[in-house]
């Protein structure tokens, strides 16, 4: 669903795969809300011609993650991608066969809300390249529930692993007492990947230090070590690392 996180989760997954000795790329196919570049601090970078296709953005001077998203093929930050279907899947599968990813550990591919044309277009395209698998993000709430019911049976009908479920924002601890408050409700997620038979990956909770790093494009899991939501993104990088090796 919109509003769950998905971008924070791609974000925070690719720096925790980094700092585990993981190259990664990140592939942003969200055509109408572009959010990664921005949180990696690599807004306004321009992607370049090779002779094997696009470079994609480096984020860090050791080229360990690498970026590529529309916000890099925008003239202005606050265009508006304003197309049909067929042009976003073509765009999607130009993404995954004519960017120069180089020798991937990972890649990970943020996708917009929903089952769309952007999330058939990228299984397909990915097919040939046997992907892991999928990463379902939720909050507690049972209107983002339903959703990814939804996106469970689309993985079901597509032959698309799910590698687990996240559940996000839940609840707030805070940062003077660590008490943890629920906002919302609660367990929502993992009472779906217990009815679901899929892995529960664990909870993060609403974090005022990730919102400050992503907001500033910083690394999360160097500077704060110490937060709330670090041992909760931390487990949840090592499960998927043991669960796709």
């Excluded at 953005?57 to 304003?82: R, T, Y």
């Excluded at 042009?87 to 917009?112: E, H, M, R």
């Excluded at 277009?121 to 709430?141: C, D, F, I, N």
Aim: net charge negative; hydrophobic share 40%; glycine share 10%.
């Amino acid at each position: 669903k919109g509003g769950v996180g998905k971008s924070t989760v791609s974000t925070e997954l690719a720096l925790a795969l980094r700092h585990a000795g993981k190259k990664v790329g990140i592939l942003d196919v969200d055509l109408c809300g572009p959010s990664i570049p921005q949180m990696l601090k690599v807004q306004g970078k321009g992607v370049h011609q090779c002779d094997s296709g696009w470079v994609p953005v480096f984020v860090d001077q050791d080229k360990s993650i690498s970026l590529m998203s529309i916000g890099f093929l925008l003239e202005k930050p606050d265009d508006a991608v304003v197309w049909r279907g067929p042009k976003k899947n073509a765009l999607i599968k130009q993404f995954i066969s004519d960017v120069t990813w180089g020798d991937l550990d990972f890649l990970i591919v943020d996708t917009p809300p929903g089952t769309t044309d952007e999330h058939i277009s990228t299984v397909e395209s990915l097919r040939p390249y046997k992907p892991l698998g999928a990463v379902l993000v939720t909050t507690p709430q049972a209107v983002s529930i339903g959703d990814v019911r939804r996106e469970l049976t689309f993985c079901k009908k597509t032959g698309l692993r799910v590698i687990g479920i996240v559940e996000n924002m839940s609840g707030f601890v805070c940062p003077h007492c660590l008490e943890c408050t629920n906002l919302f409700s609660k367990g929502g997620g993992e009472e779906l990947a217990r009815h679901a038979g899929v892995p529960f990956l664990g909870c993060v909770p609403l974090d005022p230090q990730l919102t400050q790093s992503l907001e500033e494009g910083r690394d999360f899991i160097q500077e704060f070590p110490k937060s709330s939501a670090f041992p909760a993104l931390a487990h949840i990088a090592q499960q998927i690392l043991d669960r796709t090796s």
